[in-house]
T-cell receptor
Framework: GENVEQHPSTLSVQEGDSAVIKCTYS??????FPWYKQELGKRPQLIID?????GEKKDQRIAVTLNKTAKHFSLHITETQPEDSAVYFC?????????FGKGTTLSVSS | GAVVSQHPSRVICKSGTSVKIECRSL??????MFWYRQFPKKSLMLMAT?????????EQGVEKDKFLINHASLTLSTLTVTSAHPEDSSFYIC????????????FGPGTRLTVT
């Protein structure tokens, strides 16, 4: 089955800096790669996603890149703000279910 | 976006009792729903895939007799934790895609189970 690795587990940046979180997946058949932001005790919130036929997608300060050959995808957040502080999860969909990475705790200090 | 609800949001039960958690798709039909479990400061672990009108598919290591899943209608899946023990205490979240060809998953708000 699918296995998703996520790095780093924690990331601390200064306000205004960029943050990058990386994930690798194992199943070459996976075709959908969403990123979620989760606050404590809440449901995951989709922040951006990418399908396997696209290499890059951007939405304001957030972008995701996908390298199918290397089987890795990354989340890029520019001009970070304190409200970006949260746990971020990557996921990959091979069959029908999403398999999640272990998460990255992002702390943005002002 | 599509709406998925869960009930209850929090439940405390005594060891040895059973607890039922409901997951409902409010504005769409879901032939498939997914159940995840999340321990504090950990990731979402897929427990099982709930299929309307047929048996659920469980992930390796998940006890099907302990975590009973029923998907009796196109808008409702239930997860029953039988003979609950303190180690079953966790955050349980369901999700559903809006349509068989949909990529995006819609998550319920989660249920915090505490077994005393």
């Amino acid at each position: 089955g699918e296995n998703v690795e996520q790095h780093p587990s924690t990331l601390s940046v200064q306000e205004g800096d960029s943050a990058v979180i990386k994930c690798t997946y194992s199943d070459s058949a996976s075709n959908y790669f969403p990123w979620y932001k989760q606050e404590l005790g809440k449901r995951p919130q989709l922040i951006i996603d990418i399908r396997s036929n696209v290499g890059e997608k951007k939405d304001q300060r957030i972008a995701v890149t996908l390298n199918k050959t290397a089987k890795h995808f990354s989340l890029h957040i520019t001009e970070t703000q304190p409200e970006d502080s949260a746990v971020y999860f990557c996921a990959a969909r091979g069959g029908t279910a999403l398999i999640f990475g272990k998460g990255t705790t992002l702390s943005v200090s002002s | 976006g599509a709406v998925v609800s869960q009930h209850p949001s929090r439940v405390i039960c005594k060891s040895g009792t059973s607890v039922k958690i409901e997951c409902r798709s409010l504005d769409f039909q879901a032939t498939t729903m997914f159940w995840y479990r999340q321990f504090p400061k950990k990731s979402l672990m897929l427990m099982a895939t709930s299929n309307e009108g047929s048996k659920a598919t469980y992930e390796q290591g998940v006890e099907k007799d302990k975590f009973l899943i029923n998907h009796a209608s196109l808008t409702l899946s239930t997860l029953t934790v039988t003979s609950a023990h303190p180690e079953d205490s966790s955050f349980y979240i369901c999700s559903a895609p809006r349509g068989a060809s949909s990529y995006e998953q819609y998550f319920g708000p989660g249920t915090r189970l505490t077994v005393t």
